[in-house]
């Protein structure tokens, strides 16, 4: 099945500065990679996501860049605000039968103003 | 309007208890999910239902068991509650069962004492 590693587990900025999540997959067939938000005691809100026929996409301050080969793929936050606090987690979608995604372990990012 | 809808929002029981948690969702889906959050906030997809029909059943022991009695909504039961069960539990909902974004409800903060 899918394996997705993600880094850091824990990122700490300066507001205004960028911000950047790291994750790997090891399943060369997934083809659909979503990021997910997740604030204090709520549930994770896909902020951004991106199709293997693509290699970056932009939503205002934030980013997503993918590399088929190397299998990895990132999250870019620029002008990191105190409301960008929160965990994040990257996912893969692999070859399962209900197509089902495999998250990564999140990634908790503290925006110090 | 809430999207996907979850009760209670926390739940406190002692061992041995059986308890339910209920998961609504408005989008008009036809595919909705429980995860399971623990401690270091990892995700792990539990059960899937497409139009009230289980398609995702991870290894989860036979206390857990899901019903959907309509597309809209897919509860949880546990019966003999262990303490490894204390957990955050997300229901969630996607258009489709192939691989459309993840709506997630707030979760449930299931405390086994």
């Known amino acids: 099945g899918e394996n997705v590693e993600q880094h850091p587990s824990t990122l700490s900025v300066q507001e205004g500065d960028s911000a950047v999540i790291k994750c790997t997959y090891s399943?060369?067939?997934?083809?659909?990679f979503p990021w997910y938000k997740q604030e204090l005691g709520k549930g994770p809100q896909l902020i951004i996501d991106i199709r293997s026929n693509v290699g970056e996409k932009k939503d205002q301050r934030i980013a997503v860049t993918l590399n088929k080969t190397a299998k990895h793929f990132s999250l870019h936050i620029t002008e990191t605000q105190p409301e960008d606090s929160a965990v994040y987690f990257c996912a893969a979608r692999g070859h399962r039968g209900s197509y089902i995604p495999t998250f990564g372990r999140g990634t908790s990012l503290i925006v110090h103003p | 309007d809430t999207a996907v809808s979850q009760t209670p929002k926390y739940l406190v029981t002692q061992m041995g208890n059986d308890k339910s948690i209920k998961c609504e969702q408005n989008l008009g889906h036809d595919t909705m999910y429980w995860y399971k959050q623990d401690s270091k906030k990892f995700l792990k997809i539990m059960f899937s239902y497409n139009n009230k029909e289980l398609i995702i059943n991870e290894t989860v022991p036979n206390r857990f068991s899901p019903k959907s009695p309509d597309k809209a909504h897919l509860n949880l039961h546990i019966n003999s509650l262990e303490l490894g069960d204390s957990a955050v539990y997300f229901c969630?909902?996607?258009?489709?069962?192939?691989?459309?974004?993840?709506?997630f409800g707030n979760g449930t903060r299931l405390t086994v004492t």
């Open positions: 399943d060369s067939a997934s083809n659909y």
């Open positions: 969630a909902s996607s258009l489709d069962a192939g691989g459309s974004p993840l709506h």
